[in-house]
Nanobody, 122 residues
């Protein structure tokens, strides 16, 4: 079993930045591909970004490419999502996801955290 705890969500103005963190436990962190999904109000959960076990490869949804950066620190068992140039449409609950062995872009797979709210005001 994998436990995931997100943090860092808050209210920010459009154009601002936030960094989300997700601490993982319960399994060797370097065995997990990690990712971020989000669920905007009234919409389904959607893929945002993912990173492979070694931090060598990253993948992004088109809507966040060039603005968001996913990274990981295997020594701290933590994955990050740096979000820049935030837009009101980025408002959502952001969820951390873990899967093994490959990157997961499927909202119905893997382990999940409880989510952290990001709100972007215009």
């Amino acid at each position: 079993q994998v436990q995931l705890v997100e943090s860092g969500g808050e209210l920010v103005q459009a154009g601002g930045s936030l960094r989300l963190s997700c601490a993982a436990s319960g399994r060797t962190f370097s065995s997990l591909a990690m990712g971020w999904f989000r669920q905007p109000p009234g919409k389904e959960r959607e893929f945002v970004a993912a990173i492979d076990r070694w931090g060598l490869h990253t993948y992004y949804a088109d809507s966040v490419k060039g603005r968001f950066t996913v990274s990981r620190d295997n020594g701290k068992n933590t994955v990050y999502l740096q979000m820049n140039s935030l837009k009101p449409e980025d408002t959502a609950v952001y969820y951390c996801n873990a899967d093994t062995p490959a990157i997961n872009t499927n909202k119905n797979k893997g382990y999940w955290g409880q989510g952290t709210q990001v709100s972007v005001s215009s």
